[in-house]
């Protein structure tokens, strides 16, 4: 079992930035991929970013690509979403996953565990 639990969400406006995190605890927690995704209201929960237990291949959906960063602190267990130049569409509730036999899958089925998520609301 893995838990997690996100933080950092707000209401901030466009062209700000926001650092989400994801504390991981429970077995082999350190040894799993990671990924953030997302949800709008009436929309489906969508790939964001995703990392590999080691940290050397990541993943991102085409509408983050050069404004969101994913990295992670194993000595922490610890997952985080950097997110910058920040636009009214980015607007969602963000999960972080874990993926334990996994490599920085963008597929929502792969992940075995979810956070709780955080809001993200930003403002034109």
């Known amino acids: 079992q893995v838990q997690l639990v996100e933080s950092g969400g707000g209401l901030v406006q466009a062209g700000d930035s926001l650092r989400l995190s994801c504390a991981a605890s429970?077995?082999?927690?350190?040894?799993?991929?990671m990924g953030w995704f997302r949800q709008a209201p009436g929309k489906e929960r969508e790939f964001v970013a995703a990392?590999?237990?080691?940290?050397?291949?990541?993943n991102y959906a085409d509408s983050v690509k050069g404004r969101f960063a994913i990295s992670r602190d194993n000595a922490k267990n610890t997952v985080y979403l950097q997110m910058n130049s920040l636009k009214p569409e980015d607007t969602a509730v963000y999960y972080c996953?874990?993926?334990?036999?996994?490599?920085?899958?963008?597929?929502?089925?792969?992940?075995?565990?979810w956070g709780q998520g955080t809001q993200v609301t930003v403002s034109s």
């Open positions: 996953a874990a993926d334990p036999y996994g490599s920085a899958s963008v597929v929502v089925a792969s992940y075995d565990y």
């Open positions: 429970g077995r082999s927690a350190t040894r799993t991929a």
């Open positions: 990392m590999s237990w080691s940290g050397g291949t990541t």
